[in-house]
């Protein structure tokens, strides 16, 4: 613990955003660069808590405390080394997680949590900065092959730890870029595509082979999977939960995850302009999680008349709830930098959908009505109902349907590879990610469901351990957490 008082001297600080009237106008990352001194004070108001709950939050089992100090006094390549030990991409965590260790934190309980994000990210971007993140070749190959289907986090992560184990390791992506949902789903202005490609290259410098535009079913047969000594699937959740209501097949209705990649697209040079644009146009978004937000900042950029986000469930409070103690996740009011963009909050609660009125085909408005939600005393069910004379007409030239997602496509790899699934229709796995074909594992969301990127790469890391083992009968990669690090 490096300053014993630092948590008292200091408050806690963020990096500030870039003005709204600059942002708006361009896909960069939103978030200024943030002081070497100020993130060494942040460092600071880490206690070192006798028993760090900070751990127990994150999925990864981060060694948090231990690279607070670290920063704090200034070691960055030791920071680097520690944080590295149990996450292969905090670039990408310290931008996108939600940061369930900040929630865990024990300063939290009555004062603002340590900022472990971005702690995190600045500590490995200043190890870019550095050039420490250079390939890591095994000195032995195994002589065995793993063929990884899918890019994303997940698969980005099962293909590092499994190449570190010396196997020779093939990933397949059936779009035309590696990255998944963190290159096709993800707003450039969360997350810059160069943060991707630099750690791809490195990743490609280790011996990993990608082969893009493959996808399994189509342009790779389950026949060529079968070469493989083992096979991971990393296929993600990507069928989106759809609206049934009268006039969805007007014209004007997408998929929040039709429109947000060809954006990337679009920015990537792919397409002069948006090939669905929300360009003057009255956007409605029909669901409140992090993708509608997403939906929301990119149709402002777009050049939007109107933006209005509906979400079905009440507004959450502001602080944490009692019924969600401490060191649990809450259940409280988020706000984004997409939700701040838009001037007043576009957000609207207790919002249920009746139907999508048109004109020539085309959407024209949004009927929608109030809902209350009451809870049985005995049972504990919620019940919603409507609130009479709530009816309401939403103009909108552009409905966004950004309302999650049920599971992994059927008709590709799992089809191809005849692997069963759950009764929630993810893939069946058993406890060491073992599939009902022998030799084809699954992980990540295609397996546990919609999900964060933090539990994406820890369920990647654990699978490779899982896919070790079995082809070698034992394994040293390691489990949750850094194996040669003692555990709290």
């Given at each position: 613990?490096?300053k014993?008082?630092?948590?008292?001297?200091?408050?806690?600080?963020?990096?500030?955003?870039?003005p709204?009237?600059?942002?708006i106008?361009?896909?960069?990352?939103?978030?200024?660069?943030?002081?070497?001194d100020?993130?060494?004070?942040?460092?600071?108001?880490?206690?070192?808590?006798?028993?760090?709950f900070?751990h127990?939050?994150?999925?990864?089992?981060?060694?948090?405390?231990?690279?607070?100090?670290?920063?704090?006094?200034?070691?960055?390549?030791?920071?680097?080394?520690m944080l590295?030990?149990?996450?292969n991409?905090?670039?990408?965590?310290?931008?996108?997680?939600p940061a369930?260790?900040?929630?865990?934190?024990?300063?939290?309980i009555?004062?603002?949590?340590?900022t472990?994000?971005?702690?995190?990210?600045?500590i490995?971007?200043?190890?870019f900065?550095e050039?420490w993140?250079?390939?890591v070749?095994?000195?032995t190959?195994t002589?065995?092959?793993?063929?990884?289907?899918?890019?994303?986090?997940?698969?980005?992560a099962a293909?590092?730890?499994?190449?570190r184990?010396g196997?020779?390791?093939?990933?397949?992506?059936?779009?035309d870029?590696?990255g998944?949902?963190?290159?096709?789903?993800?707003?450039?202005?969360?997350?810059?595509?160069?943060?991707?490609?630099?750690?791809?290259d490195?990743?490609?410098a280790e011996?990993?082979?990608?082969?893009?535009s493959?996808?399994?079913?189509?342009d790779?047969?389950?026949?060529?999977?079968?070469?493989?000594?083992?096979?991971?699937?990393?296929?993600?959740s990507?069928?989106?939960?759809?609206?049934?209501?009268?006039?969805?097949?007007l014209?004007?209705?997408?998929f929040?995850?039709?429109?947000?990649?060809l954006?990337n697209?679009?920015c990537?040079?792919?397409?002069?302009?948006?090939q669905?644009?929300?360009k003057?146009?009255?956007?409605?978004v029909?669901?409140?999680?992090?993708?509608?937000?997403?939906?929301?900042?990119?149709?402002?950029?777009?050049?939007?008349?109107?933006?209005?986000?509906?979400?079905?469930?009440?507004?959450p409070?502001?602080?944490?709830?009692?019924h969600?103690p401490w060191?649990?996740?809450?259940?409280k009011?988020?706000?984004?930098?997409?939700?701040?963009?838009?001037?007043?909050?576009?957000?609207?609660?207790?919002?249920?959908?009746?139907?999508?009125?048109?004109?020539?085909g085309?959407?024209?408005?949004?009927?929608?009505?109030?809902?209350?939600?009451?809870?049985e005393?005995?049972?504990?069910?919620?019940?919603m109902?409507?609130?009479?004379?709530?009816?309401?007409?939403?103009?909108?030239?552009?409905?966004?349907?950004?309302?999650?997602?049920t599971?992994?496509e059927?008709?590709?790899?799992?089809?191809?590879?005849g692997?069963?699934?759950?009764?929630?229709?993810?893939?069946?796995?058993?406890?060491?990610?073992?599939?009902?074909?022998?030799?084809?594992?699954?992980?990540?969301?295609?397996?546990?469901?919609?999900?964060?990127?933090?539990?994406a790469i820890?369920?990647?890391?654990?699978?490779?351990?899982?896919?070790?083992?079995?082809?070698?009968?034992?394994?040293?990669?390691?489990?949750?957490?850094?194996?040669?690090?003692?555990?709290?």
């Open positions: 613990m490096g014993p008082t630092g948590f008292k001297e200091f408050e806690r600080k963020t990096p500030a955003e870039r709204i009237v600059e942002r106008k361009d896909y960069n990352e939103v978030y200024r660069p943030f002081p070497e100020k993130l060494r004070e942040q460092a600071a108001r880490c206690m070192n808590c006798g028993v760090p900070c127990i939050g994150c999925p990864l089992g981060n060694i948090i405390p231990e690279f607070n100090d670290l920063t704090y006094k200034g070691h960055w390549k030791k920071a680097w080394e590295s030990a149990t996450n991409f905090p670039e990408f965590t310290g931008r996108l997680c369930p260790c900040e929630e865990a934190c024990v300063l939290g009555n004062a603002p949590a340590v472990i994000e971005n702690i995190e990210k600045e490995i971007e200043h190890a900065r050039e993140v250079v390939p070749v095994p000195e190959r002589g065995k092959t793993v063929a990884v289907i899918g890019s994303g986090p997940t698969g980005l293909a590092q730890q499994l190449n184990a196997h020779s390791v093939t990933v397949f992506e059936r779009a870029r590696v998944g949902l963190l290159r096709y789903g993800i707003p450039d202005f969360k997350l810059e595509k160069s943060v991707i490609d630099r750690r791809v490195v990743l490609k011996g990993i082979v990608f082969k893009t493959a996808a399994v079913g189509t790779i047969s389950a026949e060529e999977l079968k070469k493989f000594d083992a096979v991971v699937l990393a296929i993600g990507t069928i989106g939960r759809d609206m049934p209501v009268l006039g969805r097949d014209k004007g209705i997408h929040a995850m039709d429109f947000l990649p954006q697209k679009t990537a040079g792919d397409f002069a302009e948006p669905i644009s929300a003057g146009k009255n956007v409605v029909i669901g409140g999680g992090d993708t509608g937000s997403d939906c929301v900042g990119t149709s402002i950029r777009h050049g939007a008349r109107s933006v209005v986000n509906f979400e079905l469930f009440p507004e409070p502001g602080a944490r709830p009692a969600q060191p649990y996740w809450p259940m009011l988020r706000s984004s930098s997409s939700h701040r963009e838009a001037g007043e909050d576009p957000r609207r609660y207790c919002m249920l959908t009746k139907e999508f009125n048109g004109h020539n085309n959407v024209t408005s949004v009927r929608t009505v109030n809902v209350e939600f009451t809870r005393r005995q049972t504990g069910k919620s019940n109902e409507e609130v009479p004379g709530s009816q309401k007409d939403w103009q909108a030239d552009l409905v966004l349907l950004a309302l999650g997602f599971g992994p059927r008709d590709n790899a799992v089809k191809a590879l692997v069963e699934l759950d009764k929630t229709g993810n893939i069946k796995t058993a406890k060491n990610y073992q599939t009902s074909v022998p030799n084809v594992f699954a992980a990540g969301d295609c397996r546990r469901g919609q999900s964060l990127i933090v539990w820890s369920e990647g890391r654990e699978t490779a351990r899982c896919v070790d083992e079995f082809l070698m009968g034992e394994t040293s990669l390691p489990t949750r957490g850094p194996a040669e690090l003692p555990r709290r």
